[in-house]
Nanobody, 125 residues
């Protein structure tokens, strides 16, 4: 059974940093493109960042470019999201997701087979 568990969320002041982790089991992690999504109350789930299986290519939403960095450790089956210069508008539940294929429309939620349960990030002003 595939499990993906996020951690690292919390409450932080604007301008601060957090590092999210997502540890996967039950799948060959290195075969999957991985992504981070987020969903704020009353809003649709949106793609934050994506990384291909090898880690050689990464993609970001315009709203987080230059502030967030996605990375992965295939030996540890773990995905990361380093979030710097956090803003109140980054407040959301953050989810990791896995897809056996990389798609150019990486932010389309329907392209992912597996999802974690989410970790809450709250940024105070």
């Amino acid at each position: 059974r595939v499990q993906m568990v996020e951690s690292g969320g919390g409450l932080v002041q604007a301008g601060g940093s957090l590092r999210l982790s997502c540890t996967a089991s039950g799948l060959t992690f290195a075969d999957y493109a991985m992504a981070w999504f987020r969903q704020a109350p009353g809003k649709e789930r949106e793609g934050v960042s994506c990384i291909v299986w090898s880690g050689s290519s990464t993609y970001y939403a315009d709203s987080v470019k230059g502030r967030f960095t996605i990375s992965r450790d295939n030996t540890a089956n773990t995905l990361y999201l380093q979030m710097n210069s956090l803003k109140p508008e980054d407040t959301a539940m953050y989810y990791c997701a896995a897809s056996p294929f990389f798609r150019p429309r990486w932010s389309d939620v329907s392209g992912y087979n597996y999802w974690g349960q989410g970790t809450q990030v709250t940024v105070s002003s």
